[in-house]
């Protein structure tokens, strides 16, 4: 063997013993459930968002209705 192929093979034992050594302590793991709880967030952030657009149309129109009310009275009196 050369030196090239040498250094090629020590690198490649290092990867495995580094994936082996992640695989072991739970790193992979945790990185799904980390990758899984940021689409969970992101979904519920999502969700927040349209329900204060909801909540802000139902405040306009709360407004609009009573501004339409006040209207109304006051035609009625003249």
Known sequence: MNNSSMVNLRL????????LLF???G???TTAVAASQAASAAE??????????K?????EAA???AA?????????EQ
């Open 44 to 53: 519920e952030a999502k969700r927040g968002k349209e329900l204060e657009a």
């Open 23 to 25: 695989a072991g302590c």
């Open 68 to 76: 339409d009310a006040r209207a109304n009275a006051e035609a009625e």
């Open 12 to 19: 490649a034992l290092a990867a495995t013993a580094v994936s």
């Open 63 to 65: 407004q609009k209705t």
């Open 55 to 59: 909540v802000q149309r139902d405040i």
């Open 27 to 29: 790193l992979a793991e």
